[in-house]
Nanobody, 123 residues
Framework: QVQLVESGGGLVQAGGSLRLSCAAS????????MGWFRQAPGKEREFVTA???????YYADSVKGRFTISRDNAKNTVYLQMNSLKPEDTAVYYC?????????????????WGQGTQVTVSS
């Protein structure tokens, strides 16, 4: 069992930055694919980025070049650095864990979820 707790969301102006953190419980954190998804009001939950146990990273086209995912296996934590934020990035951001060695780009591929953290970007 893995429990995920996100933090770091908030309100920021367009062009600003935020850093999200996701702290995970469990001794097998380093073997999980870790991902970030987001869900805006009235929209489906969508893939943002993911990182493999070895540090391989994957990004949605909409955030490529602006967002950076990283992980610290010693601290059981994954991070999402978000730069050059846009109003369309406004959403609840969720951390997710996948008990597999292969990356998955849809929510149903992930076994564990955090409670979400709100990110609001004002224009």
């Amino acid at each position: 069992q893995v429990q995920l707790v996100e933090s770091g969301g908030g309100l920021v102006q367009a062009g600003g930055s935020l850093r999200l953190s996701c702290a995970a419980s469990g001794r097998t954190f380093s073997t999980y694919i870790m991902g970030w998804f987001r869900q805006a009001p009235g929209k489906e939950r969508e893939f943002v980025t993911a990182i493999s146990w070895s540090g391989g990273t994957y990004y949605a086209d909409s955030v490529k070049g602006r967002f950076t995912i990283s992980r610290d296996n010693a601290k059981n934590t994954v991070y999402l650095q978000m730069n050059s934020l846009k109003p369309e990035d406004t959403a609840v951001y969720y951390c997710a864990a996948r008990a597999s060695s292969s990356v998955y780009y849809t929510p149903n591929g992930y076994n564990y979820w955090g409670q979400g953290t709100q990110v609001t970007v004002s224009s």
